[in-house]
C-alpha cells in the first residue's frame, strides 16, 4: 500500500515537471515564432476592431442601397376588410325599398404599383446610394492603410530598439574589459586609481543606459502587441526586414500619383457625384410624377352584379407648393458641393506637402546611412588603436572612454538612420496611396 502510493506520488511529481517544461517551452521567447512584417500586417489589418466597425458601416451603406433600389420596383399591396352593420344600407323609392349591401360582408384588394416616370428623382437617389456606399468602402480601405502605417512605423521601433539594446551590451562590454585593465595596471603602478575609479563610473552608466534600452523595448513591444489585441506582457520576437524596397519612388509625378491614388480624394470626389445626384432629385420635385397601379378588388355582396373587378389606373401627381423647402434642400445641396470643393483643394496641398516631407525624410535618411556607415569601422579602427596605447602606457584612460563612446555614437547613428529611412519610406509610400499591405506583403 505505501509502495503504491509512493509510485502514485512519483508519477504525479514527473507529470508536473514535464507540464512545466512544455509551458516554459511555450512560453519562452527564444522558442517563439518571429513575427514577420507581413504578418504583423496582415493581422492589424484584418483583425483590428475599428476596422471591423468600418465594415459594419459598409454593410449599413450596402443596406440604404438596397432601400434606394427598392423604390425603383414595384410595390405590392394586399387589403383585407370585415364590416359589421348596425343598419343594411339600402334605397327608398316611395314605399319600395332596394338592399344595395349586406349588413356583414368583406372585402380585399391586390394592388400593384409602379413608378413610371418621375424625371430622374428616383434613380437619382439609387445612385447616390451607390455612390455613398463605394465612400464607406473607400474609408475602410483608408482606416487600414492608416492602421498599417501606423504598424509599420511600430514594427520598426521594435528592430531600432533590438539593435539599441545590443549597441549598449557591446558598449558595457567593452567598458567592463576597460576596467579591468585599468584595475591590472593599478597593480602595475602604472595608473593612478583616479583612471580606475572614471572607468568605473563610465561603465555604470552604460549600464544605466542598457536598462534604458531595454525599458524602451519592452514599451515597444506593448505598443505592437496592443496593436495586435494580444497581452501587452506577451514578448515580441520580430523578423528584421529584408532592406529597403527596390527604390524609392521619385518625388517627380508625386501629385499625379496621389491624386489618383489617395483614398480620401477618391472619398471626396464620390461624395460630391452623390449630392450632385441627390440635387437632381431634389429639382425632379418641380414637377410631375406618373405612376401606374393595378389592382383587383372583391367585395362580398350579392346585391352587386359584380362582386369582383380588376382596373388600372394612371396617376399624375405634383407637388404645386411646399413652403419653400424644395428650393432650401437643393441650395443646401449646392453649398455642401461647394464646401467639398474647397475641402478637397486643402486635403490636397495636405497630402502634398506630407508627401514632400517623408521624401526629404527618406533622402536625408539615406545619405545619413552612407556616411554612419564609413564611420563605423573609423571608430573601431580608432579604439583598437586607442587601447593599444593605453595598454602600452602611452595614452590616457579618458582616450580609451571617448573611443568607445565614439563607436557607440557611430552605430547608434547608423541604425537610427536605417530605421528612419524605413519610416520615412513607408509614410512617403502612404502618402502616395500606395497599400502598404501589399507593398510589405514579402518582408
Known amino acids: 500500500m505505501t509502495s503504491s502510493c509512493f509510485q502514485h506520488c512519483g508519477l504525479s511529481v514527473r507529470i508536473g515537471i514535464l507540464v512545466l517544461v512544455v509551458l516554459s517551452m511555450a512560453a519562452s521567447p527564444i522558442l517563439a515564432e518571429q513575427l514577420t512584417l507581413s504578418e504583423g500586417l496582415r493581422i492589424v489589418t484584418e483583425e483590428n476592431n475599428i ?20 423604390k425603383l ?71 487600414m492603410n492608416d492602421i498599417a502605417l501606423e504598424f509599420c512605423r511600430l514594427y520598426f521601433d521594435v528592430l531600432e530598439s533590438d539593435k539599441m539594446i545590443a549597441i ?107 449630392f450632385k445626384y441627390e440635387e437632381r432629385a431634389m429639382k425632379s420635385e418641380y414637377l410631375p410624377k406618373f405612376i401606374l397601379q393595378g389592382q383587383y378588388d372583391y367585395t362580398e355582396n350579392k346585391y352587386l352584379v359584380d362582386e369582383s373587378n380588376v382596373g388600372i389606373t394612371v396617376q399624375m401627381n405634383l407637388n404645386l407648393w411646399s413652403g419653400g423647402s424644395t428650393k432650401a434642400e437643393v441650395q443646401k445641396m449646392r453649398i455642401a458641393q461647394s464646401r467639398l470643393r474647397i475641402e478637397r483643394k486643402k486635403l490636397t496641398d495636405d497630402i502634398g506637402l506630407e508627401a514632400k516631407k517623408y521624401y526629404l525624410d527618406a533622402v536625408n535618411a539615406m545619405e545619413a546611412i552612407k556616411v554612419a556607415k564609413g564611420a563605423i569601422s573609423q571608430a573601431e579602427e580608432n579604439l583598437r588603436i586607442t587601447k593599444l596605447k593605453y595598454v602600452e602606457g602611452t595614452g590616457i584612460a579618458r582616450d580609451v572612454t571617448d573611443a568607445i563612446a565614439l563607436r557607440t555614437l557611430s552605430e547608434t547613428n547608423y541604425w537610427r538612420a536605417v530605421y528612419e529611412y524605413c519610416r520615412a519610406e513607408a509614410g512617403y509610400l502612404h502618402a502616395l496611396g500606395y497599400n502598404l499591405k501589399e507593398e510589405y506583403g514579402r518582408l
Open 51 to 70: 476596422v471591423k466597425i468600418k465594415q459594419q458601416d459598409e454593410k449599413s451603406a450596402h443596406t440604404d442601397t438596397l432601400v434606394a433600389r427598392s
Open 168 to 274: 549598449a551590451e557591446k558598449e558595457v562590454d567593452s567598458l567592463a574589459s576597460h576596467a579591468q585593465v585599468a584595475r591590472n595596471l593599478l597593480k602595475g603602478g602604472v595608473i593612478t586609481k583616479n583612471d580606475l575609479l572614471e572607468a568605473e563610473v563610465q561603465l555604470a552608466d552604460g549600464r544605466q543606459k542598457l536598462l534604458n534600452a531595454q525599458n524602451t523595448k519592452r514599451i515597444n513591444e506593448a505598443r505592437v502587441n496592443n496593436a495586435l489585441n494580444r497581452p501587452l506582457t506577451l514578448p515580441v520576437g520580430v523578423a528584421e526586414v529584408s532592406g529597403p524596397r527596390a527604390g524609392l519612388p521619385p518625388y517627380e509625378g508625386a501629385a499625379e500619383k496621389l491624386e489618383s491614388q489617395r483614398t480620401e480624394l477618391k472619398i471626396v470626389d464620390a461624395t460630391i457625384e452623390a
Open 73 to 143: 420596383l414595384p410595390s405590392i399591396n394586399a387589403t383585407y376588410d370585415q364590416t359589421f352593420l348596425k343598419n343594411q344600407p339600402g334605397l327608398r323609392a316611395g314605399d319600395l325599398v332596394a338592399w344595395s349591401s349586406e349588413r356583414n360582408f368583406y372585402t380585399y384588394q391586390l394592388a400593384i404599383q409602379q413608378i413610371i416616370y418621375d424625371f430622374g428623382n428616383t434613380i437619382s437617389l439609387y445612385k447616390s446610394a451607390k455612390l455613398l456606399e463605394d465612400t464607406k468602402r473607400l474609408d475602410t480601405l483608408k482606416t
